[in-house]
């Protein structure tokens, strides 16, 4: 049976089902290789790497820059490395500066690492992060750091 459209039910419901997902999905602010960027409903979900090192070190400048402009207090924070984790202490450098900007009081910072091998770097980040007062936690899963930045 066609609706009056001329569209099957199943098609309808197609569209209504993608329709759905659009309207509570993300919303994209950067794609790049290496680099994106999203505004969740409630925090800024930041993916860097896998890249070369000025990609990695780009990304994590332009993440520092979308918290101060947004003014986020939640930020997810993936981290991909494939060629050389140390790519990735530009996020230390990232942390420095927002906390000589200015981050809100409730600023909490959610790291995975998705590569093994970041580990280190990560916790090291979040070792920063406490000395520079900020609130920073690194998780295996991305459900668990959802977790904790909602709460």
């Not at 409630?42 to 520092?64: K, M």
């Amino acid at each position: 049976m066609q609706s009056a459209g001329g569209d099957s039910g199943t098609a309808v419901a197609r569209r209504s089902a993608s329709t759905a997902r659009t309207m509570t999905s993300a919303t994209p602010i950067r794609h790049d290789p290496g680099c994106e960027i999203d505004q969740e409903e409630r925090y800024l979900r930041v993916t860097v790497g896998p890249g070369l090192a000025d990609e990695v070190q780009q990304c994590y400048r332009i993440f520092a820059n979308e918290c101060l402009t947004r003014q986020s207090s939640r930020v997810l924070l993936i981290g991909i490395a494939t060629i050389d984790p140390f790519y990735h202490l530009a996020g230390r450098d990232a942390l420095r500066s927002l906390a000589l900007a200015g981050v809100p009081a409730d600023f909490r910072l959610a790291l995975v690492a998705k590569s093994a091998t970041l580990i280190a770097v990560y916790d090291a980040a979040v070792v920063e992060a406490g000395r520079l007062g900020l609130q920073a936690r690194r998780f295996q899963t991305e459900e668990e750091a959802k977790r904790w930045l909602l709460a």
